[in-house]
């Protein structure tokens, strides 16, 4: 079967009269299936520090390791001059730990996650809701603002910087 092309000799445009509107939707529908093909696959959730692809994610591996009382890696990722502001008071990175240690986070929850990239500094602002372990009966918690200030250093990302502010009357 020889192919048959017309030439416009106008615009130098080829016309294939084989090609039939069925073909050319055919044509258009793998070419809108692959370029959707990407939303196929779920987000993979980070794992540890190390694949954290953006500010959320430090966040939630970081209360991850928290909830797990995986004390060393929490430790690794508070800067050595690390610096926090709660409600009870200014805390450095030892107080930090100590504090986290006695949250006995059961479960958490982020939400109204908003993040900034400033060269190697992530700046995370969110809603954080957690639920202890020491708690009677789950409540869902109230929720604190929190801000956190994550680096990019040699050994990877690090805390520097956090604060929480509970609500007004909380």
Known sequence: ?????????????RYNPGMTKRSAVVAALLALL???????YKDRPAKSIAD???????????????????WKDVEAHLASNFVAITSSGVLNHAAMLEY??????RDFSLGDVQTEL???????AYN??????????????????????????KKGWVQIAHSVLRPEGK
């Open 1 to 13: 079967m020889a192919l048959r092309l017309t030439v416009f000799p106008q615009t130098g445009l």
């Open 34 to 40: 692959i370029c959707c093909s990407c939303t196929v």
């Open 52 to 70: 954290a692809t953006g500010g959320e994610d430090l966040e939630r591996v970081f209360w991850t390791q928290v909830q797990r009382k995986d």
């Open 100 to 105: 986290l240690k006695a949250l006995q986070v």
């Open 118 to 124: 400033n060269g190697n500094t992530f700046v995370v």
């Open 128 to 153: 954080l809701v957690l639920s202890r372990e020491s708690d009677a009966q789950d409540t869902g918690g109230t929720p604190q603002r929190v801000l956190t200030i994550w680096q990019q250093q």
